[in-house]
């Protein structure tokens, strides 16, 4: 204890301290601004060891250092994770912060590491299993987070991630999983991407943000599988997402080049994807595979939809863009590919007219021609309403107005209420100051189930499901304004 007191003064005295007791699993390092390199370097490596040596745990490092030139490295043991949240700034010729061992990296909130290179150098160089990012920021000319521990198992969620690099990635990760559900990832650099592997499985999921918006990078590019799900925002001004295998469920993909580029296959049932330029909101080649189950397809000056070699089906969900027909926004495909309740709308733009009339069909090209679409107004935003069986949605068309009024309006959806929603049986509607003209049910592939219903009282309408399935229903609500659709749990 004499030796472990007098190692505390003198670290004190310098500026750095470590707290805990050996036997303790918790350590933490506080450095200062005066403090060499390689007396952090140390210091922070004695706390390591003390706590493997203690049974494993974790060490805290915090401080302010400016003006770093020579690179800090040290090792985590297995059972040790290092959570960092110091500032430490530095312009130099190697990696600034090198990591190797089996242990954890976290860098969390109160974090601020800038590094300034002259090379493709990285501001973590990190040869560990496990790194976690929770918060605070990191920003360099270079790579923000280099993996190369063969299989690493990378989370984010939170914290800011800024690499301006030349053709190259904010975050590179050699094999293994990343896992991105908050916080953002910023390439700024001219043809830089945000996050790039060459054999690891991409998640991106909640309310994370990446985007490469300078000279055409690949936002998100991987030879493993790439999986999009929640509600992240994905920008590019080049290819946005780039795997042989895509699934994508959720989120916001948008550049104006291509926004999905696959060779393998690739599984849409939500989300909208959208190539606002002269790209394809889906582009595949060597023999790919497209199955669109939900979500939005979205193009204006070139197919939505561009399948160089392969096959394709539309089974849910819309595929849109400019054109007189199906043929100009669909490519290397046929009506074959549209069955159950998917949608397929062309508008042509080429007509010359951007006015129309709520309710009309003016310049609208639909596929299948049982399906509905027509001009209609959103939040403001004119566009086509669309639906088919289920499938109902609408797509805002920058630049087209629409006169006159339909569909059911932001405070008149508030106005309706169904409930108990998960059910047992009994449903009841409640409809504030409207009248209601028809109520239909549907069940997940589209066929009208038939209700009975029963008036409880002035405003409210009673159904009775209790001879169905357990599962999901949809109920179509049909007012003086319009139609709005709820889905139905049925326990």
Known sequence: MKHLRTFSVMLAFLGLSVNGALAQT?????????????FIQYTIQSA?????EAGGGTVTINGEKTNVDAKLAFTIPENVTVVWKALYKGD??????????????????????????????????????????SGGAVTTNSVAIFCNAGETDFEMTGGTLTADIYYYEAVWIES?????????????????GAIASEYADITISG?????ALIGGGIVVSTNGNITVSGNPVITGTGVCISSPSITISGGTITSP???????????????TIAATGTGNAVYCWNNSTVNITGGKALAQESYAIYIEEGSGSIS??????????????????SYGMLTGNGVII?????????????????DIFKLPETATAKWAKQSGNGGIFYANGTNTGFIPIEGVTVEGETGISDIEAEKISVYPNPTNGQLTIGISDMRFSDMRLFDMMGRQIPIGQSEIGQSEIGIDISHLSSGAYFLKIQTASGELVQKVIKE
């Open 92 to 133: 130099l010729d190697e990696h600034l912060i090198a990591i190797t061992g089996d242990g954890t990296l976290e860098i969390a909130e109160g974090t601020d590491v800038e590094a300034t290179f002259s090379d493709e150098l990285s501001a973590f160089y990190l040869g560990i299993p496990k790194v976690k990012i």
């Open 316 to 333: 849910g969900g819309v595929v849109f863009g400019y054109g007189a027909d199906n043929t100009d926004i669909i490519y290397n495909a």
């Open 346 to 362: 062309a508008w042509n733009e080429a007509a010359g007219t951007s006015t129309y009339e709520a309710g009309t069909s003016d």
């Open 26 to 38: 918790n350590q933490s390092v506080t450095f200062a601004g005066w403090d060499g390199v390689g």
């Open 207 to 211: 309310n994370a943000k990446l985007s």
């Open 257 to 271: 080049y291509a926004a999905v580029e696959n060779w393998g296959v690739v599984n849409i049932s939500g989300g």
């Open 48 to 52: 390591i060891n003390t706590v493997d």
């Open 176 to 192: 293994g999983h990343a896992k991105v559900s908050g916080g953002e990832i910023k390439a700024t650099g001219d043809g830089s």
